[in-house]
């Protein structure tokens, strides 16, 4: 089931305070930024987060869970305390490092004479 677009803009507005928010649809689910930082995955109406050093003190009670088949185990994040959503979205956006550009494919040229 993919999550809606409702849901994805009601997980950025949980952490508006936090930063620059935006969220993008990827494969029917949602990656959500902050400051053009990865912060979360949201699929099926849940929010994962990655297992990471920097949210471990605050999330290792939380439930854990996989955000597409073959996925390593993920944090599930209650995304209704949006206190707690504050504190994760904050860190992570200070520990993760901006996505790297994509490269992008040079054109092949036509027939040479």
């Known amino acids: 089931m993919a999550t ?3 849901y994805a803009l ?8 936090v930063g620059q928010v935006r969220c993008q649809k990827m494969f029917g689910e949602y990656m959500v930024y902050v400051n053009d930082r990865p ?6 109406n ?3 987060v990655k297992m990471l050093d920097c949210v471990k003190g605050e999330l290792e009670s939380a439930e854990l ?7 390593k185990p993920h ?8 206190v707690l ?8 956006a200070e520990n993760v490092p901006p996505p790297k550009p994509r490269r ?10």
């Open 85 to 92: 959503a504050r504190r994760v979205a904050a860190l992570l």
């Open 46 to 48: 849940t929010v994962y």
């Open 10 to 17: 009601y997980v950025c507005d949980q952490i508006a305070e």
């Open 65 to 71: 869970g996989a955000p597409y088949p073959g996925a």
């Open 39 to 44: 912060v979360f995955t949201v699929c099926d």
């Open 75 to 82: 944090y599930i994040l209650d995304i209704d305390d949006n």
């Open 4 to 6: 809606p677009q409702d």
């Open 104 to 113: 992008r494919k040079q054109k092949t040229g036509g027939k040479t004479t």
